[in-house]
C-alpha cells in the first residue's frame, strides 16, 4: 500500500501537490470558521455542508474527466436540469412511476452527454462551441416540455417519499446522498485510475495527436467520455430533485461553473492531461464550506460566490506558477 | 577585421544540483563565422543564454568591444547589438513582413500606426540586405528560409553586430541553405559576428572560420576550420572516435519474405509510390525536404487518408484507414517529431510505453498495471532507457532516451514493422550510435525497418536498400553495395 502511493505521488505529479493543499485549505477553512463562527462546529453544519456539495460534487466528477481530455462542458448545469424536469413532466404529467420517470433521467442527461461527444470528437467541434450550444438547446428545451411549469418531485409525505429517503436523508436524518457521493467517488476513481477509458483519458488530454498515432481511437474515447459526463448529470438531476423537489424552468446556467470551479481548485489542469477525482470532491467541499461557514459569520450566498472567485483565481495561479518552475529547473 | 566584438572569459553557472558551465570561455571576432559546437547538453545554449542575459552568470566576465559588461536582460544584450534567432522563428504567420520586423516599436502617426512609414522603413532595411521580399507580405505567405532571413534582418534592425544563429538551417531545403548562407558571407562583408551553432558537421566546413567545442559544460578548444576534419570534430565533442564506415553489403537473403508490400500509394503529396520491404531489411527513403517521404509513412500508417493504394502484410491486402489499423496489423511509426506525434510528455514512461499494448493488459476494461509495470521495466532494460524509475515523466529524459521510450511503445505493442522518421534528429552523437545498434539488433529479430532521413551518412551506414523519392515519387531504389551520395542526389533531384 505504501509503496503504491509512492508511485502516485511520482506519476500524479502537480496534481498531487495542489491536492495536499487544497486538503489543507479545506482544513483551515473548516477550523477558521469553527472558530469565528456562530454555530458552525456541529453535526448539523457538517450535514448541509455535504448536502449542499451533492449535486455540484456529481456534476464536478464527470467534468474531471472530460477538463482531463482537455475538454469543456457548459452544458453540465442546463443538462441537469433539463433531465430533472424531464422526469419531472413524466412523472407529474404523464403519471409515469417514479421509478420510469428516474430512468428517463439517465436516459435524457446521458443522451445529451452522447450529443456533446458526437460533436466534439466526430464533427470536430470545440468544446467550448459545441456546450455553449447544449446549454441553450437544453435550457429551452426543458422549459417547453415543461411549458414553463414547475416540476414537484415527491416530499416524504407522498406514497413515492421513498425516494427522498434513498437519496437524500432517511428518515432518521442521515445523509444518504453522501454515500451516493462516496460511492460514486469510488466508481469514478476507479474508472480513472485502473480502466483503459481513464488511462486514454490522460493520455488524449496529454497529447491527443499522440495518442491517435500510437492506435488508440480518440475519437470514440472522447465520446465516451462526454457520455460518461452525462451520465453523471443524471445523478445529479436525481439528487437535485430529491434535495430541493421543485424544479424551476429556465434554470441550471451558472451551475457548471461551480462545477468547473471545484475541478480547478482541486488540481486538474484547465490544458489537460493531470487530475485526480479526490482533489475534485475536496475542490467542491471547500466551496461548501466557504457557503456555510460564511452563512455561519452572517454573510449571504453572494459573499460565496465572491470569495470562491479568489480559490479559483489562486488555486490557477498557483497551478501555472508550479509548472514555470518546473520547466525552468529542467531546462537546457 | 581581427577587431575583437566578445570575450567571454571564465564563465561558471550553477543548476540546482548541475555545474551547468565550468570555466567557459569564447570569443567572437568582427566578420567571423565562428561555430559552437557538443553534443546536446554540452552547454552550448546555456552559454549563449548566458550571453543574451536569459541566464545570470555566477562567475566569469564578459568583454564587448573592449569594455566590461553585465548583461542581466535580453533587452539590454539587443541594446548592446547583441541579436539572437532561435532554431524556432518568433514569427507572427497573420501580419506583414513589416509588421514583424517593427512589432514592439511600431511607428505611429499621432494615435494612430503609420504603415506608410513602416512599410518604408522595413523595405529599405531589406534592400540594404539584398533581400528581395515585399514588406507587405504575410509571414505565413513565405518559404520557411524567407522566414529566417526576415527574423535575421529584424535582428540586425537592432543594429546588432553579433548574430547568434541557433540551427538555422534545421528546417531548409538544400538550396535554401545555400541562399542562406549566401546571405550569411554578406553579413560577414558587412562586419557583423555571427555564432553558428549546428549539428550538421558538414555545414561548419562551408561557412565557418573558427570552432569552438564543448563537452559536458567545458571548453574544450577552438580550431581553425581549415585545420580539421569532420572525425576530428566528432573526437573533440565527444572524447572519442566513433565515425561511421558506410555498410558494403547487405546480409539480407535475395529470397528473404517480404513483410510489407505498398502499390500504387496515392495523395495529394505522393504519387504512384511502390515497394518491398524485406523480413529484417532496413530500407532507407532518401530525399529532399518536401519529397514526400514523411507524406508516405503517413499513409502507411493511416495517419492521412489515401486517395488510392494497396497495402499487403506477410504477402495479405490489408485496409489500414487509421492509425489504429496500422497498429493491430503489426506497424509501429517513429515520428521525427517525438514531442507532437510521439509522446504524452506529461505522462510516465511506463504510461507512454503501454499506451498501445494496454488492450493487452486488460481484462474487459480493468488495467493490470503489474504486467504493464513489468513489460515496461523489461523494455526499459533491454534497449536501455536510461530514466531513474518508470515513473519519471517522459518529459524529463533526453532526446534520445524519449526516442527510446516510443520505440519501447512498439516493442510492447509487438509491432513487426517499424517506421523510423529521421531518428536521430535532434539526438546528440553518442546516443545516435545507440539507436544504430538497437537498430540493427531489432532487424537481426526479424523485425523490418523502413527509415526516413536526410542525413546521407546515416542512410549509408544503416540501409540494406535506398529508396529515393523526388517531389513525391519513387525515382529509384538502389542496392548498398552500389549506392553512393552522388548516385542518391542524382535521384534525389530527378525532376520531371
Given at each position: 500500500?505504501?509503496?503504491?502511493?509512492?508511485?502516485?505521488?511520482?506519476?500524479?505529479?502537480?496534481?498531487?501537490?495542489?491536492?495536499?493543499?487544497?486538503?489543507?485549505?479545506?482544513?483551515?477553512?473548516?477550523?477558521?470558521?469553527?472558530?469565528?463562527?456562530?454555530?458552525?462546529?456541529?453535526?448539523?453544519?457538517?450535514?448541509?455542508?455535504?448536502?449542499?456539495?451533492?449535486?455540484?460534487?456529481?456534476?464536478?466528477?464527470?467534468?474531471?474527466?472530460?477538463?482531463?481530455?482537455?475538454?469543456?462542458?457548459?452544458?453540465?448545469?442546463?443538462?441537469?436540469?433539463?433531465?430533472?424536469?424531464?422526469?419531472?413532466?413524466?412523472?407529474?404529467?404523464?403519471?409515469?412511476?417514479?421509478?420510469?420517470?428516474?430512468?428517463?433521467?439517465?436516459?435524457?442527461?446521458?443522451?445529451?452527454?452522447?450529443?456533446?461527444?458526437?460533436?466534439?470528437?466526430?464533427?470536430?467541434?470545440?468544446?467550448?462551441?459545441?456546450?455553449?450550444?447544449?446549454?441553450?438547446?437544453?435550457?429551452?428545451?426543458?422549459?417547453?416540455?415543461?411549458?414553463?411549469?414547475?416540476?414537484?418531485?415527491?416530499?416524504?409525505?407522498?406514497?413515492?417519499?421513498?425516494?427522498?429517503?434513498?437519496?437524500?436523508?432517511?428518515?432518521?436524518?442521515?445523509?444518504?446522498?453522501?454515500?451516493?457521493?462516496?460511492?460514486?467517488?469510488?466508481?469514478?476513481?476507479?474508472?480513472?485510475?485502473?480502466?483503459?477509458?481513464?488511462?486514454?483519458?490522460?493520455?488524449?488530454?496529454?497529447?491527443?495527436?499522440?495518442?491517435?498515432?500510437?492506435?488508440?481511437?480518440?475519437?470514440?474515447?472522447?465520446?465516451?467520455?462526454?457520455?460518461?459526463?452525462?451520465?453523471?448529470?443524471?445523478?445529479?438531476?436525481?439528487?437535485?430533485?430529491?434535495?430541493?423537489?421543485?424544479?424551476?424552468?429556465?434554470?441550471?446556467?451558472?451551475?457548471?461553473?461551480?462545477?468547473?470551479?471545484?475541478?480547478?481548485?482541486?488540481?486538474?489542469?484547465?490544458?489537460?492531461?493531470?487530475?485526480?477525482?479526490?482533489?475534485?470532491?475536496?475542490?467542491?467541499?471547500?466551496?461548501?464550506?466557504?457557503?456555510?461557514?460564511?452563512?455561519?459569520?452572517?454573510?449571504?450566498?453572494?459573499?460565496?460566490?465572491?470569495?470562491?472567485?479568489?480559490?479559483?483565481?489562486?488555486?490557477?495561479?498557483?497551478?501555472?506558477?508550479?509548472?514555470?518552475?518546473?520547466?525552468?529547473?529542467?531546462?537546457? | 577585421?581581427?577587431?575583437?566584438?566578445?570575450?567571454?572569459?571564465?564563465?561558471?553557472?550553477?543548476?540546482?544540483?548541475?555545474?551547468?558551465?565550468?570555466?567557459?570561455?569564447?570569443?567572437?571576432?568582427?566578420?567571423?563565422?565562428?561555430?559552437?559546437?557538443?553534443?546536446?547538453?554540452?552547454?552550448?545554449?546555456?552559454?549563449?543564454?548566458?550571453?543574451?542575459?536569459?541566464?545570470?552568470?555566477?562567475?566569469?566576465?564578459?568583454?564587448?568591444?573592449?569594455?566590461?559588461?553585465?548583461?542581466?536582460?535580453?533587452?539590454?544584450?539587443?541594446?548592446?547589438?547583441?541579436?539572437?534567432?532561435?532554431?524556432?522563428?518568433?514569427?507572427?504567420?497573420?501580419?506583414?513582413?513589416?509588421?514583424?520586423?517593427?512589432?514592439?516599436?511600431?511607428?505611429?502617426?499621432?494615435?494612430?500606426?503609420?504603415?506608410?512609414?513602416?512599410?518604408?522603413?522595413?523595405?529599405?532595411?531589406?534592400e540594404s540586405l539584398n533581400l528581395n521580399i515585399d514588406p507587405e507580405t504575410k509571414i505565413q505567405d513565405l518559404t520557411v528560409a524567407k522566414q529566417q532571413m526576415v527574423e535575421i534582418a529584424k535582428a540586425l534592425s537592432f543594429k546588432s553586430e553579433v548574430l547568434i544563429m541557433d540551427e538555422p538551417t534545421a528546417a531548409l531545403t538544400e538550396s535554401e541553405i545555400e541562399s542562406l548562407f549566401?546571405?550569411?558571407?554578406?553579413?560577414?562583408?558587412?562586419?557583423?559576428?555571427?555564432?553558428?551553432?549546428?549539428?550538421?558537421?558538414?555545414?561548419?566546413?562551408?561557412?565557418?572560420?573558427?570552432?569552438?567545442?564543448?563537452?559536458?559544460?567545458?571548453?574544450?578548444?577552438?580550431?581553425?576550420?581549415?585545420?580539421?576534419?569532420?572525425?576530428?570534430?566528432?573526437?573533440?565533442?565527444?572524447?572519442?572516435?566513433?565515425?561511421?564506415?558506410?555498410?558494403?553489403?547487405?546480409?539480407?537473403?535475395?529470397?528473404?519474405?517480404?513483410?510489407?508490400?505498398?502499390?500504387?500509394?496515392?495523395?495529394?503529396?505522393?504519387?504512384?509510390?511502390?515497394?518491398?520491404?524485406?523480413?529484417?531489411?532496413?530500407?532507407?527513403?532518401?530525399?529532399?525536404?518536401?519529397?514526400?517521404?514523411?507524406?508516405?509513412?503517413?499513409?502507411?500508417?493511416?495517419?492521412?487518408?489515401?486517395?488510392?493504394?494497396?497495402?499487403?502484410?506477410?504477402?495479405?491486402?490489408?485496409?489500414?484507414?487509421?492509425?489504429?489499423?496500422?497498429?493491430?496489423?503489426?506497424?509501429?511509426?517513429?515520428?521525427?517529431?517525438?514531442?507532437?506525434?510521439?509522446?504524452?510528455?506529461?505522462?510516465?514512461?511506463?504510461?507512454?510505453?503501454?499506451?498501445?499494448?494496454?488492450?493487452?493488459?486488460?481484462?474487459?476494461?480493468?488495467?493490470?498495471?503489474?504486467?504493464?509495470?513489468?513489460?515496461?521495466?523489461?523494455?526499459?532494460?533491454?534497449?536501455?532507457?536510461?530514466?531513474?524509475?518508470?515513473?519519471?515523466?517522459?518529459?524529463?529524459?533526453?532526446?534520445?532516451?524519449?526516442?527510446?521510450?516510443?520505440?519501447?511503445?512498439?516493442?510492447?505493442?509487438?509491432?513487426?514493422?517499424?517506421?523510423?522518421?529521421?531518428?536521430?534528429?535532434?539526438?546528440?552523437?553518442?546516443?545516435?550510435?545507440?539507436?544504430?545498434?538497437?537498430?540493427?539488433?531489432?532487424?537481426?529479430?526479424?523485425?523490418?525497418?523502413?527509415?526516413?532521413?536526410?542525413?546521407?551518412?546515416?542512410?549509408?551506414?544503416?540501409?540494406?536498400?535506398?529508396?529515393?523519392?523526388?517531389?513525391?515519387?519513387?525515382?529509384?531504389?538502389?542496392?548498398?553495395?552500389?549506392?553512393?551520395?552522388?548516385?542518391?542526389?542524382?535521384?534525389?533531384?530527378?525532376?520531371?
Amino acid at each position: 500500500m505504501f509503496k503504491r502511493n509512492n508511485k502516485l505521488s511520482i506519476s500524479g505529479g502537480s496534481a498531487g501537490f495542489q491536492k495536499i493543499l487544497a486538503l489543507s485549505t479545506l482544513f483551515i477553512l473548516y477550523i477558521f470558521f469553527s472558530i469565528f463562527g456562530n454555530n458552525f462546529f456541529s453535526v448539523a453544519t457538517l450535514v448541509n455542508i455535504l448536502d449542499s456539495s451533492y449535486y455540484i460534487g456529481f456534476l464536478a466528477l464527470g467534468m474531471t474527466f472530460v477538463i482531463i481530455t482537455g475538454g469543456i462542458n457548459l452544458a453540465s448545469g442546463t443538462i441537469m436540469m433539463c433531465s430533472a424536469l424531464l422526469g419531472g413532466v413524466a412523472y407529474n404529467i404523464w403519471h409515469w412511476p417514479i421509478g420510469m420517470s428516474l430512468a428517463l433521467i439517465f436516459f435524457v442527461s446521458t443522451f445529451f452527454g452522447l450529443m456533446n461527444g458526437i460533436m466534439i470528437a466526430k464533427l470536430k467541434l470545440p468544446p467550448f462551441i459545441a456546450t455553449l450550444g447544449t446549454m441553450s438547446i437544453t435550457m429551452g428545451l426543458g422549459a417547453i416540455i415543461s411549458k414553463v411549469m414547475t416540476m414537484r418531485y415527491p416530499t416524504v409525505t407522498d406514497p413515492d417519499g421513498w425516494f427522498k429517503f434513498l437519496f437524500y436523508k432517511t428518515s432518521g436524518g442521515f445523509p444518504v446522498g453522501a454515500v451516493w457521493l462516496a460511492l460514486f467517488l469510488i466508481i469514478a476513481y476507479i474508472i480513472l485510475n485502473k480502466t483503459i477509458i481513464g488511462r486514454y483519458t490522460f493520455a488524449i488530454g496529454s497529447n491527443e495527436e499522440a495518442a491517435r498515432l500510437s492506435g488508440v481511437k480518440v475519437d470514440r474515447w472522447k465520446m465516451v467520455v462526454y457520455t460518461l459526463d452525462g451520465f453523471f448529470g443524471g445523478l445529479a438531476a436525481i439528487m437535485y430533485a430529491a434535495a430541493y423537489t421543485s424544479i424551476i424552468p429556465s434554470t441550471g446556467n451558472g451551475i457548471e461553473l461551480y462545477a468547473i470551479s471545484g475541478v480547478v481548485i482541486g488540481g486538474t489542469s484547465m490544458s489537460g492531461g493531470i487530475g485526480t477525482v479526490s482533489g475534485t470532491l475536496i475542490g467542491v467541499f471547500i466551496m461548501s464550506v466557504l457557503k456555510q461557514g460564511l452563512m455561519a459569520m452572517n454573510l449571504q450566498g453572494q459573499w460565496q460566490t465572491f470569495f470562491t472567485g479568489f480559490v479559483v483565481i489562486g488555486a490557477v495561479l498557483l497551478d501555472i506558477y508550479r509548472n514555470k518552475k518546473a520547466n525552468q529547473v529542467k531546462k537546457d | 577585421m581581427d577587431e575583437l566584438l566578445v570575450c567571454m572569459e571564465g564563465i561558471q553557472k550553477y543548476f540546482p544540483g548541475v555545474h551547468a558551465l565550468n570555466n567557459c570561455s569564447f570569443e567572437l571576432l568582427k566578420g567571423e563565422v565562428h561555430a559552437l559546437v557538443g553534443e546536446n547538453g554540452a552547454g552550448k545554449s546555456t552559454l549563449m543564454k548566458v550571453l543574451t542575459g536569459l541566464y545570470k552568470k555566477d562567475g566569469g566576465t564578459i568583454t564587448y568591444k573592449g569594455s566590461n559588461v553585465e548583461i542581466h536582460s535580453p533587452k539590454e544584450a539587443q541594446n548592446l547589438g547583441i541579436g539572437i534567432i532561435h532554431q524556432e522563428l518568433n514569427m507572427l504567420p497573420h501580419l506583414t513582413v513589416a509588421e514583424n520586423i517593427f512589432i514592439g516599436r511600431e511607428h505611429k502617426a499621432g494615435p494612430f500606426l503609420d504603415s506608410k512609414k513602416t512599410n518604408n522603413e522595413a523595405s529599405r532595411l531589406l534592400e540594404s540586405l539584398n533581400l528581395n521580399i515585399d514588406p507587405e507580405t504575410k509571414i505565413q505567405d513565405l518559404t520557411v528560409a524567407k522566414q529566417q532571413m526576415v527574423e535575421i534582418a529584424k535582428a540586425l534592425s537592432f543594429k546588432s553586430e553579433v548574430l547568434i544563429m541557433d540551427e538555422p538551417t534545421a528546417a531548409l531545403t538544400e538550396s535554401e541553405i545555400e541562399s542562406l548562407f549566401k546571405f550569411i558571407k554578406q553579413l560577414k562583408a558587412q562586419g557583423v559576428g555571427i555564432v553558428y551553432i549546428s549539428h550538421r558537421l558538414e555545414e561548419l566546413l562551408k561557412i565557418t572560420d573558427r570552432i569552438t567545442t564543448m563537452r559536458d559544460g567545458q571548453y574544450v578548444n577552438t580550431v581553425k576550420t581549415a585545420d580539421v576534419t569532420i572525425p576530428e570534430i566528432i573526437q573533440m565533442m565527444v572524447g572519442r572516435a566513433i565515425y561511421e564506415e558506410p555498410k558494403v553489403q547487405s546480409m539480407v537473403p535475395e529470397d528473404a519474405p517480404v513483410s510489407l508490400e505498398v502499390k500504387n500509394l496515392n495523395s495529394k503529396q505522393v504519387k504512384n509510390v511502390a515497394f518491398q520491404l524485406k523480413k529484417g531489411e532496413i530500407l532507407g527513403i532518401a530525399g529532399l525536404m518536401g519529397a514526400g517521404r514523411t507524406e508516405t509513412a503517413r499513409l502507411i500508417f493511416g495517419a492521412d487518408p489515401m486517395t488510392s493504394g494497396e497495402i499487403y502484410i506477410d504477402g495479405k491486402k490489408v485496409n489500414i484507414k487509421t492509425p489504429y489499423d496500422a497498429v493491430n496489423h503489426g506497424i509501429g511509426y517513429l515520428s521525427e517529431d517525438r514531442k507532437r506525434f510521439g509522446l504524452a510528455l506529461g505522462l510516465s514512461v511506463k504510461d507512454n510505453s503501454s499506451l498501445s499494448g494496454l488492450e493487452r493488459f486488460s481484462k474487459i476494461f480493468i488495467v493490470n498495471d503489474k504486467k504493464a509495470e513489468k513489460e515496461t521495466n523489461a523494455y526499459v532494460k533491454k534497449i536501455n532507457v536510461k530514466t531513474p524509475s518508470i515513473y519519471q515523466l517522459v518529459k524529463n529524459l533526453s532526446g534520445g532516451n524519449q526516442q527510446k521510450v516510443v520505440l519501447a511503445k512498439w516493442l510492447i505493442k509487438n509491432c513487426g514493422i517499424l517506421i523510423f522518421d529521421e531518428p536521430t534528429r535532434g539526438i546528440d552523437v553518442g546516443a545516435k550510435s545507440e539507436i544504430y545498434k538497437l537498430m540493427n539488433d531489432l532487424v537481426r529479430e526479424g523485425k523490418s525497418i523502413i527509415m526516413i532521413s536526410s542525413e546521407m551518412p546515416e542512410l549509408l551506414r544503416m540501409s540494406d536498400r535506398v529508396a529515393v523519392m523526388c517531389e513525391g515519387r519513387l525515382t529509384g531504389i538502389l542496392n548498398i553495395n552500389e549506392a553512393t551520395q552522388e548516385k542518391i542526389m542524382t535521384l534525389a533531384t530527378q525532376r520531371n
